[in-house]
């Protein structure tokens, strides 16, 4: 058996050379990484709805596939009720946002298509169109005369499907915004589809934090996905478009048939989130303030220009000297991660600070005079 672990250790041995090693890190301490923007994961009505539906009866787990016995009433209580708050005409729950990506991409564009994706799209959706039959391809970020172009070369080689654009209305390690308008009239001039994933706008962008996209929802042309386990608090994710691309997704996408259905508990907390996004909006008031201010002072105090959203990231360019700060900022106190390459393009290596309704504006400002020192004595 000797040799037999050897490749997988090599492996192992040239990402710790990299700096792109990775190991799981306990969460502790002050809170600017996770992704609970209305720190709802831990809020007391959630975890109330959850003994409510336990006494009412709902199960743990959902024993099969949504397609068998695992189908439960509050799985469809809540797509309906997730359709009605975003305003599409169907909703599809799955699992994770992962699970969902891969399942949209890997089954809705049609082989003659072709899928003209952001240069900085998630890796789920990557995955997605990995797994498909259409061609894909990246236009630079943000760049819609860029999507324009890769559409026009398509046609002009002989492509005669449908494209599908592909974006995130929200990007997850930027944090600025995509321009969901102009996509979608490009669409709209094409006969094609846009695609827009929500993770990170869903409770906390838009009217009644139904997302950047909620213009756009309802349209045969728009598919749009709203994940739960990030400002909602729970897990899972919603597909949200037509009957009909629902429909198609039940009856073709292996993700979804053949993968045990998310806990109807899960369910039940889910419908609860979307309840208190709705009626609870002091919470996006008091986040949207906590945003500003954390934009504000990361100008001010380290003279890096911020996104205007709740994801700051701060560029270290060096894979060591990005671990090893964000490691002295954990050590005091502070829980922030490095992301590096090939999570972010290569080179830019960075610190993405999250701001939740975890913290506040005292242990903001105190968390950046330390990140500020921290870079200043951490060298490359």
């Keep these: 058996m000797a040799g037999l672990l050897e490749c997988y250790e090599k492996t192992l041995r040239g990402l710790e050379r990299k700096g792109r090693s990775r ?3 306990s969460a502790g301490g002050i809170d600017f990484t996770s992704n609970d923007y209305l720190a709802l994961a831990g809020s007391p009505r959630l975890k109330t709805a959850i003994t409510a539906a336990i006494e009412r009866g709902v199960p743990v787990g959902s024993g099969g596939s949504r397609l068998l016995r695992g189908n439960h009433p509050e799985h469809e209580a809540l797509e309906a009720e997730a359709a009605a708050f975003f305003g599409a005409e169907r909703a599809l729950f799955f699992g994770s946002g992962y699970a969902a ?24 959706a990557h995955e997605g169109m990995a797994a498909g039959r259409a061609s894909a391809r990246a236009a630079r970020h943000n760049d819609v005369d860029a999507f324009a172009d890769a559409i026009k070369t398509w046609r002009d080689a002989g492509g005669t499907g449908r494209p599908w654009i592909a974006v995130e209305s929200l990007y ?3 944090g600025d915004r995509a321009p969901l308008r102009e996509l979608a009239a490009l ?7 846009l695609v827009v994933d929500e993770a990170h706008a ?4 838009g009217p009644e934090g139904r997302g950047l996209a909620v213009e756009l929802e309802g349209r045969d042309n728009v598919v749009v996905l709203h994940t739960c386990g990030k400002a909602l608090g729970a897990s899972g994710a919603f597909v949200s478009a037509s009957t009909v691309l629902c429909d198609y997704l039940v009856n073709r996408a292996r993700s979804f048939i053949y993968s045990t259905a998310p806990s109807p508990l899960i369910a039940a907390a889910v419908r609860e989130a979307l309840v208190m996004v709705a009626d609870e909006p002091q919470r996006r008031a008091r986040f949207d303030r906590l945003c500003t201010y954390a934009n504000r002072m990361l100008a001010e105090m380290l003279g890096v220009e911020g996104s205007g959203s709740q994801i700051l990231p701060i560029l270290i360019g060096d894979n060591g000297r990005a671990v090893r ?3 002295r900022l954990r050590a005091e106190g502070f829980d922030l991660r490095a992301i590096r390459p090939p999570t972010v393009p290569e080179g830019t290596a960075r610190l993405r600070v999250a701001i939740t309704l975890n913290v506040d504006e005292v242990q903001i400002a105190d968390m950046l005079r330390r990140l500020k020192n921290a870079m200043m004595e951490e060298r490359s």
């Design 101 to 124: 990506n891969a399942a949209l991409f890997s089954t809705l564009p049609q082989r003659e298509d072709l899928i003209v994706r952001d240069a900085l799209i998630h890796a789920s």
């Design 325 to 327: 700060i964000a490691a």
């Design 187 to 193: 669409a709209d001039r094409h006969e094609g589809f």
């Design 23 to 25: 190991a799981l890190v």
């Design 172 to 174: 997850s390690m930027d």
């Design 202 to 205: 869903t409770g906390v962008a």
